[in-house]
């Protein structure tokens, strides 16, 4: 049987939340479609009686700026309207693009949204790797008005958001990262293109004039005890406050990353490669996010 819905288009985004309120949770906002059309049509959710098209709200919701310290982007920014933006400029955000290059193919980067990877929540969510590794926030907006959550908060399982079904993700922020910092993300798999990753992760580096890692902060597609994003705090302590060397770096691969990942085996790899690839994913992220702020180059 063909899923049947109805489609709403909103008027604004007042328009939209209250809709999302009247009708939750039978309603379910649509951005690039690209994750929630496929699941939809897969039968891996129950299909919602209406689809809430934001298209509408483009005007109001898709920018990247820097306003009173902070990076925001509103949340139907599209892939390739980041890679327009600053933030494939400069080295201290790095990160972003080296997560183009491996995302999806041509046509997705056209399509898909920040906010809708997000809402997607699952450890193929290229752009939760990435944002965590630079402490982001999410802003949710809903009848009630306003309300900011950090992105760790908000991913509370696979495919589900710590949000009620009748708010609505309107921007992502971090912090304008200082000078001498930079990150790298790495996503390992067999293929070049349309990749889900065999090892996903991200390194946000901030070094001092003399050499000590002044702050870090690492992410992976998956943490112990949970198959969604998570950053790897242990290692980040391990890190902080010491002068970064290679040999210093193996060691937090090495002996303390095992200790809070937790890989799974499937039809595609097992978890012990997943596990060794992770630690090459956290020495690479590292050393690379290190060369970046010596360089200057992206």
């Known amino acids: 049987m063909v899923a049947i819905f109805e489609i709403y288009r909103p008027s604004s985004l007042d328009d939209a939340v209250e809709f999302l309120h009247k009708h939750a949770p039978d309603a379910r906002p649509l951005a690039g479609g690209t994750e929630l059309l496929i699941l939809i049509r897969d039968k891996k959710i129950k299909p919602p009686k209406y689809l809430v098209d934001l298209s509408p ?16 982007i509103g949340a139907l920014t599209t892939v390739w309207e980041l890679s327009e933006s ?5 080295p201290r955000y790095a990160g972003f693009k080296d997560v183009w290059h491996k995302f999806g193919t041509m046509h997705l980067r056209f399509v898909a949204t920040i906010g809708g990877n997000i809402a997607t929540a699952t450890d193929f969510s290229d752009y939760i790797v ?41 921007e992502v922020a971090f912090p304008e990262p200082p000078p001498r910092s930079s990150s790298s993300f790495e996503k390992f798999d067999r293929r070049q293109i349309l990749i889900a990753g065999i090892a996903n992760g991200c390194s946000y580096l901030h070094l001092d004039e003399g050499g000590k890692i002044a702050d870090v902060r690492i992410s992976f597609d998956m943490v112990k005890g949970k198959r969604i994003p998570g950053r790897v705090k242990p290692v980040e302590d391990f890190l902080r406050g010491k002068v970064f060397t290679e040999e210093l770096v193996t060691r937090a691969a090495e002996e303390v990353l095992p200790s809070v990942m937790e890989k799974y085996t499937d039809w595609w790899t097992t978890a012990e490669y997943r596990l060794e690839m992770s630690k090459v994913t956290l020495k690479r992220t590292l050393l690379i996010a290190k060369k970046r702020i010596e360089g200057g180059a992206l």
Do not use: T
Not at 64 to 71: D, F, I, R, S
Not at 86 to 90: A, I, K, Q, V, Y
Not at 147 to 154: A, G, K, T
């Open 57 to 72: 709200l483009r005007k109001d919701l898709s920018y990247v700026k820097l306003e009173n310290g902070l990076v925001k």
């Open 86 to 90: 600053f933030l494939h400029r400069d």
């Open 130 to 170: 990435l944002l965590l590794a630079y402490g982001a926030n999410v802003k949710l907006r809903s009848v009630d008005g306003e309300r900011v959550v950090p992105l760790e908060e908000l991913i509370a399982d696979r495919r589900q958001l710590a949000a009620r079904p009748d708010e609505l993700v309107v």
